[in-house]
């Protein structure tokens, strides 16, 4: 038994701020900044904009490309470290917001390593039997506002990182095979 993604999805904010943005904020240079980290640019959070919104944006593509109800959502796992509360957590805020009510949804908090956690922690889930369907999110605000103002971190962190895949996991009986070109999974 093995499991495979059957949707993903993803968002980024609208506000973009490039090497030249930040040229005008600190002594530095577009050429510096790709040389030292290959980044271009990167996409800011709004005020309005959490862990959870960006998710919750993310996980509404995810669920349709997957064709699936959101009731059918047996498990929610976020993988963050920069939620804004402790609780609830992200996923449950997700979880409210997606309107799915009686499934198991928590936060994994493991810095770079979180996804692949979470991707663990649904995989067995599934492979278990315990759910059909899981819902993984990656999803952080890195530097909000009042951090931006550290050089360093302004120069080398994504304000805000895209939520790089969501999966609702699917058994194989009813699972079409569907070659996509990201991590994920769902029992087959």
């Given amino acids: 038994m093995y499991t495979k993604i059957i949707g993903t ?8 701020r490039t090497n030249a943005d930040l040229e005008k904020m600190v002594d530095t240079s577009d050429e510096w900044i790709v040389t030292r980290t290959g980044i271009r640019e990167r996409h800011i959070a709004a005020p309005n904009e959490t862990v959870s919104t960006m998710g919750f944006e993310a996980a509404t593509r995810a669920i349709e490309m997957a064709g699936i109800e959101k009731d059918q959502i047996g498990l929610i796992v976020v993988a963050t470290t920069s939620a804004t509360h402790a609780f609830p957590s992200a996923a449950c805020q ?57 050089v360093g971190l302004l120069l080398f962190l994504a304000m805000a990182r895209a939520l790089r895949c969501w999966l609702p996991l699917k058994s194989r009986e009813s699972s079409p095979p569907i070659c996509m070109p990201t991590v994920v999974m769902v029992n087959c």
């Fill in 9 to 16: 999805g993803s968002y980024l904010p609208e506000q973009v």
């Fill in 94 to 150: 997700i979880q409210s917001m997606l309107g799915i009510k009686g499934c198991p949804a928590f936060d994994v908090a493991a810095a770079c390593a979180g996804f692949t956690y979470a991707l663990s922690v649904a995989d067995q889930y599934v492979k278990s039997g315990a759910v059909k369907y899981a819902l993984v999110v990656g999803s952080d605000v890195l530097a909000p506002p009042a951090i931006q103002q550290i």
